[in-house]
Structures are given as C-alpha cells and as structure tokens.
C-alpha cells in the first residue's frame, strides 16, 4: 500500500516536471535556423524570391515579412544580411506611406532611399524597389 501510494506520488511529481522540461526549450527559443535576438525569432533565406512570394513564405512558417521595431534590431539585422539585399515586411502604394504588413503605418524612425514600393536592406541600410526582382528576405515573429 504504501509502495503504491509512493509511486503514484511520484507519478503526480514527477511527468508534470518532465512535460516543463520539455516543452521549455521549444516555447523559450528559437526553433531550426531561426535565430533568436532579444525579443525576436529572424528567419534569414538562402533562396530567393520576390517580394509577394516572400510574405507568403513568412505566412507560411506563422510569421512575416521582418518588422523591424529597435536599432539594436536594424543594426543585427543589417550585419546579418551582409552585402546581400534582403526583403523586409514594408511596403507602399503609390503616393501612401509605408506600412508594415500588419497594417501599421510606419513612423518614420529610418532612411528608405529609393522610389520602390517594396524594402529591402543589406549592410548599406534600407532601400526600396519594385517587388518584382527575386532576392533573399527576411522573415520575423515573437519569441515566446
Ligand atoms: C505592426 O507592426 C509594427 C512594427 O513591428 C508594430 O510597431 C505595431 O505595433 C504592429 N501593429 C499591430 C496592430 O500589431
Ligand atoms: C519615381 O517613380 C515615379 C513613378 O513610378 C517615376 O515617374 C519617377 O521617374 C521615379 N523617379 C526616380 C528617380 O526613379
Ligand atoms: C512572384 O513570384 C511568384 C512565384 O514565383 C509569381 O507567381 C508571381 O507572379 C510573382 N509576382 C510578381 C509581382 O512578380
């Protein structure tokens, strides 16, 4: 009896702390080639694609286009994607202010140079084009 009351003591102890042990990694870090900074999971492609394409792969993997809310996060952002053009979540219609791919109308905290309507950076900075052209982009989500 008191062999069975042990083990069920030890049952009711010991999987919930097994199941935390287990799931904490996965809900406090970035999973794959995610890359986790502050905040943040970053997804950064090998392949390239254009600008549309790029959001429905973001879509795809429960993210966005990156949206980019610190100077910490610009200034990895911008080291990370090296010399290559990289796509971000703003874009623009004709004659409107850029929004990020929520909706959000961005306040203007940095420099897109360029007359595109979809951005991009690389360690220049950011920039804009028309969304057309295949480059790599960049995908964000929270870390929860
Ligand atoms: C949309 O994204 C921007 C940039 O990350 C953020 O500042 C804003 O709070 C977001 N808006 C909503 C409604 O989530
Ligand atoms: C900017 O875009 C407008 C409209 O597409 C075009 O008429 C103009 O020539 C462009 N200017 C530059 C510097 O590319
Ligand atoms: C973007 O790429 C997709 C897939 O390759 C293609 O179907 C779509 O027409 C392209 N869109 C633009 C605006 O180039």
Redo the contacts with the bound molecule.
């Keep these: 009896m008191i062999y069975l009351c042990m083990c069920i003591i030890l049952l009711i102890v010991v999987i919930p702390m097994i199941v935390v042990f287990l799931k904490c990694p996965q809900t406090m870090e970035c999973s794959g080639e995610w890359i986790g900074v502050r905040k943040k999971c970053f997804y950064f492609s090998s392949d390239t ?2 600008w ?2 790029s959001e429905q792969f973001c879509l795809s993997q429960g993210s966005e286009l990156a949206h980019v809310d610190t100077q910490e996060d610009m200034e990895f952002l911008r080291r990370h994607a090296g010399t290559f053009m990289h796509w971000i979540g703003l874009n623009r219609k004709q004659g409107e202010s850029w929004k990020w791919t929520n909706g959000t109308i961005f306040n203007p905290w940095f420099e897109i140079s360029g007359n595109g309507s979809f951005a991009f950076l690389n360690a220049d900075g950011v920039h804009s084009s028309r ?2 052209i295949d480059i790599k982009w960049i995908c964000s989500k929270p870390q929860f």
Aim: net charge positive; charged share 15%; proline share 0%.
């Design positions: 694609k254009n549309t394409a969304g057309f």
